[in-house]
Protein backbone atom coordinates (compact mmCIF):
# COMPACT_ATOMS: atom_id res chain seq x y z
CA UNK A 1 0.00 0.00 0.00
CA UNK A 2 1.53 3.32 -1.34
CA UNK A 3 1.60 5.69 2.54
CA UNK A 4 -0.43 8.80 0.50
CA UNK A 5 -1.19 11.83 2.80
CA UNK A 6 -3.54 10.80 5.93
CA UNK A 7 -5.66 7.95 3.71
CA UNK A 8 -3.55 5.47 4.63
CA UNK A 9 -3.52 5.25 8.44
CA UNK A 10 -7.32 3.50 9.15
CA UNK A 11 -6.69 1.14 6.48
CA UNK A 12 -3.29 0.37 7.54
CA UNK A 13 -4.51 -0.64 11.40
CA UNK A 14 -7.56 -2.05 10.47
CA UNK A 15 -5.43 -4.45 8.32
CA UNK A 16 -2.48 -5.09 10.49
CA UNK A 17 -5.21 -5.56 13.74
CA UNK A 18 -6.89 -8.31 11.74
CA UNK A 19 -2.86 -10.16 11.34
CA UNK A 20 -3.13 -9.14 7.84
CA UNK A 21 1.10 -7.75 7.08
CA UNK A 22 1.02 -4.93 4.93
CA UNK A 23 3.82 -3.29 3.27
CA UNK A 24 3.92 0.39 3.55
CA UNK A 25 5.79 1.69 0.22
CA UNK A 26 6.48 5.81 -0.45
CA UNK A 27 4.99 6.84 -3.30
CA UNK A 28 7.46 8.29 -4.66
CA UNK A 29 9.34 5.75 -4.54
CA UNK A 30 6.76 3.37 -6.78
CA UNK A 31 6.35 6.48 -9.37
CA UNK A 32 9.75 5.34 -10.78
CA UNK A 33 7.94 2.35 -11.53
CA UNK A 34 5.00 3.29 -12.52
CA UNK A 35 4.18 5.63 -15.47
CA UNK A 36 0.41 5.96 -16.31
CA UNK A 37 -0.80 6.40 -12.71
CA UNK A 38 -4.53 5.05 -11.70
CA UNK A 39 -5.54 3.13 -8.67
CA UNK A 40 -6.51 0.02 -11.04
CA UNK A 41 -3.20 -0.05 -12.77
CA UNK A 42 -1.33 0.88 -9.77
CA UNK A 43 -2.46 -1.73 -7.52
CA UNK A 44 -1.39 -4.59 -10.02
CA UNK A 45 2.20 -2.58 -10.30
CA UNK A 46 2.29 -2.45 -6.62
CA UNK A 47 1.47 -6.16 -6.70
CA UNK A 48 3.94 -7.29 -8.92
CA UNK A 49 6.75 -4.66 -7.32
CA UNK A 50 6.17 -6.11 -4.04
CA UNK A 51 5.93 -10.03 -5.52
CA UNK A 52 9.64 -9.70 -7.19
CA UNK A 53 10.84 -7.69 -4.14
CA UNK A 54 11.45 -4.67 -6.00
CA UNK A 55 9.79 -1.97 -3.25
CA UNK A 56 11.18 -0.65 -0.30
CA UNK A 57 9.18 -0.67 2.67
CA UNK A 58 8.75 2.48 4.69
CA UNK A 59 9.29 2.63 8.83
CA UNK A 60 5.84 2.38 9.93
CA UNK A 61 5.93 3.68 13.97
CA UNK A 62 3.78 2.11 16.08
CA UNK A 63 -0.16 3.57 16.68
CA UNK A 64 0.68 5.57 19.88
CA UNK A 65 3.89 7.41 18.24
CA UNK A 66 1.80 8.49 15.01
CA UNK A 67 -0.92 9.47 16.98
CA UNK A 68 1.51 11.33 19.30
CA UNK A 69 2.95 12.86 15.53
CA UNK A 70 -0.54 13.37 14.55
CA UNK A 71 -1.00 15.60 17.52
CA UNK A 72 2.01 17.51 17.57
CA UNK A 73 1.80 18.54 14.03
CA UNK A 74 -1.89 19.32 14.61
CA UNK A 75 -0.34 21.88 17.30
CA UNK A 76 1.98 22.96 15.02
CA UNK A 77 -0.83 23.41 12.47
CA UNK A 78 -3.25 25.49 15.28
CA UNK A 79 0.08 27.75 16.13
CA UNK A 80 0.47 28.94 12.59
CA UNK A 81 -3.29 29.51 12.14
CA UNK A 82 -3.30 31.62 15.05
CA UNK A 83 -0.11 33.78 14.15
CA UNK A 84 -1.89 33.92 10.66
CA UNK A 85 -5.42 35.17 12.50
CA UNK A 86 -3.38 37.69 14.91
CA UNK A 87 -0.97 38.96 11.42
CA UNK A 88 -4.72 39.49 9.33
CA UNK A 89 -5.88 41.59 12.58
CA UNK A 90 -3.01 43.69 12.83
CA UNK A 91 -3.17 44.23 9.20
CA UNK A 92 -6.71 45.00 8.73
CA UNK A 93 -6.95 47.21 12.19
CA UNK A 94 -3.49 49.07 10.79
CA UNK A 95 -5.38 50.02 7.27
CA UNK A 96 -7.89 52.22 9.52
CA UNK A 97 -5.77 53.76 11.91
CA UNK A 98 -1.99 53.17 11.53
CA UNK A 99 -0.24 53.34 14.97
CA UNK A 100 -3.42 52.67 17.11
CA UNK A 101 -1.91 48.91 18.16
CA UNK A 102 0.99 50.57 18.68
CA UNK A 103 -0.29 51.81 21.32
CA UNK A 104 -0.26 48.70 23.62
CA UNK A 105 2.96 46.50 24.56
CA UNK A 106 1.40 43.61 23.42
CA UNK A 107 -1.97 44.28 20.96
CA UNK A 108 -3.02 40.72 22.22
CA UNK A 109 -3.21 41.01 25.90
CA UNK A 110 -5.35 42.35 28.18
CA UNK A 111 -5.93 45.98 27.10
CA UNK A 112 -5.14 45.47 23.48
CA UNK A 113 -8.08 42.35 23.25
CA UNK A 114 -10.45 44.82 25.00
CA UNK A 115 -9.41 47.56 22.15
CA UNK A 116 -10.12 45.03 19.29
CA UNK A 117 -13.63 44.17 21.37
CA UNK A 118 -14.15 47.62 21.64
CA UNK A 119 -13.43 48.31 17.43
CA UNK A 120 -15.43 45.20 17.03
CA UNK A 121 -18.67 46.32 18.55
CA UNK A 122 -18.08 49.83 15.84
CA UNK A 123 -17.66 52.71 18.39
CA UNK A 124 -15.57 55.63 17.25
CA UNK A 125 -11.89 56.39 17.57
CA UNK A 126 -12.27 59.34 19.88
CA UNK A 127 -14.48 56.47 22.35
CA UNK A 128 -12.29 53.72 22.26
CA UNK A 129 -9.53 56.33 23.23
CA UNK A 130 -11.64 57.23 26.13
CA UNK A 131 -12.53 53.99 27.30
CA UNK A 132 -8.79 53.26 27.23
CA UNK A 133 -7.47 55.93 28.81
CA UNK A 134 -10.11 55.07 31.63
CA UNK A 135 -8.99 51.30 31.81
CA UNK A 136 -4.75 51.90 31.68
CA UNK A 137 -5.40 53.87 34.54
CA UNK A 138 -7.22 51.22 36.57
CA UNK A 139 -4.30 48.55 35.45
Do not use: C
Request: proline share 3%; charged share 20%; aromatic share 8%.
Amino acid sequence: MESTGPYWYGIYDYLTEHGIRVTLVNPAHAKTHILNKTDKIDSNILATLHMINQLRPSYVPDHEIRRLRRLTRFRAWLMDMRTAIKNQTTATVSKYSSNMLSVFSDAFGVTGRTFLSMLSEGKGEDELLSQLSGLAEVL
